[in-house]
């Protein structure tokens, strides 16, 4: 039995949704597996010289702890062909997790529920904001407290999705540090405001209130200030015509929402980081319905 995983890529927070909002993007990392005598990794594209090759990979973890669920145990031999950058905002590590689980059910021939998968997931990224979209695809808000609340919503079909990637590595643990410990009444309110707003513009498709929507006061000020450039992409990008421009997840990785000029709104907000020395790409992508899927491979 061989067969392929793909996994989405996800953008979250979106602004204000901090750990709360995530959208799954067109840009994959694939999963080819087939069971072994012993557990074997294979890497190629990103990360090939810095992840782990051995039973300490996310995607061997996340697959040893459902086999545990599951039951059973089956040594794998895995080939991750990693298209999405890592440490940069776009949810890598939640496509091993979710590759990992779901690696384990089509061996084993059992479905987990959604529940069962977050209770897993979460042993390795208890943040819903990557780990649903990528699992289920689309456009997620999620909530946890103990348990997970979450609904699926439609985006605007018009809207793509501009992704500047800089060569800035960024860990989230980094990116937590930064934050504060509490926020004033001020700051809370502002941003539950333009959730609100946010959520309402995407569903009258009134993109005109995009840029207030995305405004946040809880994780981009701080996030902001450590990566080099930060204030004048988002400058560039809505002088070019984005709607929305955010920092995606942790970051490094910046959003940017838009139904025309695509190529150059990514362009003006690359050039703010190579003159600065920080070599940057973008991606125009478009958003993902499906989510994971498993496939057989011939």
């Given at each position: 039995m061989s067969f392929k995983v793909s996994v989405p890529a996800s953008t979250s927070n979106i602004g204000p949704g901090f750990d709360a909002l995530g959208l799954a993007l067109t840009l994959y990392n694939d999963f080819f597996v087939e069971p072994s005598n012993s557990y074997?990794?294979?890497?190629?594209?990103?990360?090939?010289?810095?992840?782990?090759?051995?039973?300490?990979?996310?995607?061997?973890?996340?697959y040893k702890s459902t086999s545990e669920y599951l039951g059973f145990s089956q040594p794998i031999s895995?080939?991750?062909v990693n298209r999405i950058p890592l440490g940069r905002g776009l949810g890598s590590s939640a496509t091993a997790i979710v590759g990992g689980i779901l690696?384990?059910?089509?061996?084993?021939g059992k479905k987990l529920?959604?529940?069962?998968?977050?209770?897993?997931?979460?042993?390795?990224?208890?943040?819903?904001?990557?780990v649903l979209p990528a699992y289920t695809g689309g456009f997620v808000v999620a909530a946890t407290n103990g348990d997970l609340s979450y609904v699926r919503l439609d985006f605007p079909e018009e809207l793509k999705v501009i992704v500047?990637?800089?060569?800035?590595?960024?860990?989230?643990?980094?990116?937590?540090?930064?934050?504060?410990?509490?926020?004033?009444?001020?700051?809370?309110?502002?941003?539950?405001?333009?959730?609100?707003?946010?959520m309402g513009a995407l569903q009258k498709k009134d993109f005109s209130l995009l840029k207030?929507?995305?405004?946040d006061r809880i994780h981009q000020p701080y996030r902001g200030d450590i990566i080099p450039g930060f204030w004048d992409v988002l400058s560039q990008g809505y002088k070019e015509g984005a709607y929305a421009v955010y920092l995606s997840g942790a970051g490094s990785c910046i959003g940017a929402l838009a139904d025309n000029n695509f190529d150059n709104i990514g362009k003006a907000m690359c050039d703010v980081f190579e003159s600065l020395g920080i070599e940057a790409k973008y991606l125009v992508l478009d958003v993902d319905k499906e989510g994971a899927r498993v496939e057989e491979v011939k």
């Open positions: 074997c990794v294979d890497i190629e594209g990103e990360g090939v010289s810095n992840l782990p090759k051995d039973e300490s990979n996310l995607f061997l973890r996340a895995v080939k991750l690696a384990a059910e089509k061996i084993a529920s959604l529940p069962e998968v977050i209770d897993v997931a979460f042993k390795f990224e208890p943040h819903p904001d990557n500047v990637v800089p060569e800035l590595f960024l860990s989230t643990e980094d990116s937590r540090a930064v934050l504060p410990p509490g926020y004033s009444r001020d700051d809370v309110i502002f941003n539950i405001q333009r959730v609100g707003l946010l207030e929507a995305v405004k």
